[in-house]
């Protein structure tokens, strides 16, 4: 897996202020993982979560599992 390789999206709920998470989906298919960054820091470190993990993180957000 390459930088260069991977095509970032933000949430279309995002707002052009920046506090935003980008994932790559285009990985999904053929390495099994979701990458993530901060948009504020394109260039900063990029981690990589299993498709499960990254499936379940959805799941409770939806859920609301986060509010307090």
């Known amino acids: 897996m390459t930088e260069s390789s991977l095509r970032w999206i933000k ?37 990589a979560v299993s498709t499960t993990s990254f499936s379940s993180f959805i799941a409770a957000v939806k859920g609301d599992a986060f509010t307090g």
């Open 11 to 47: 949430s279309s709920y995002s707002e052009n202020g920046g506090q935003c998470v980008e994932v790559a989906t285009n990985l999904v298919p053929s390495h099994g993982v979701v990458p993530i960054r901060d948009s504020k820091i394109p260039e900063g470190p990029t981690f």
